[in-house]
Nanobody, 114 residues
Framework: VQLQASGGGLVQAGGSLRLSCAASGVIFSVNVMGWYRQAPGKQRELVAT???????SYADSVKGRFTISRDNAKNTMYLQMNSLKPEDTAVYYC?????????WGQGTLVTVSS
């Protein structure tokens, strides 16, 4: 499974960005995909997950600001990030988890200026 993340960039506080993660290869129909992030000097943390059936979960720090979604027909996952804060600055990684294993994308950098 290969994951290609895109959509990161530089944005001012209060702005929005939309991340995409395209999956290719052998994709099991039952899977969970998610977004994680790692800020400089910190451990990687969960941002949000979405199951193939549509169930979602969010870190408390992003609830109400971020929305995770997916298009199963395109094997693509999205993260709409609104009301961005400087503390959201991090490298964002997408993750795929299913019976055929767990895989990570290469990461996309999001920088939020104050």
């Amino acid at each position: 499974v290969q994951l290609q993340a895109s959509g990161g960039g530089l944005v001012q506080a209060g702005g929005s960005l939309r991340l995409s993660c395209a999956a290719s290869g052998v994709i099991f129909s039952v899977n969970v995909m998610g977004w994680y992030r790692q800020a400089p000097g910190k451990q990687r943390e969960l941002v949000a997950t979405i199951a193939s059936g549509g169930n979602t979960s969010y870190a408390d720090s992003v609830k109400g600001r971020f929305t995770i979604s997916r298009d199963n027909a395109k094997n693509t996952m999205y993260l709409q990030m609104n009301s961005l804060k400087p503390e959201d600055t991090a490298v964002y990684y997408c993750n795929y988890n299913a019976r055929n294993g767990a895989y990570w994308g290469q990461g996309t950098l999001v920088t939020v200026s104050s």
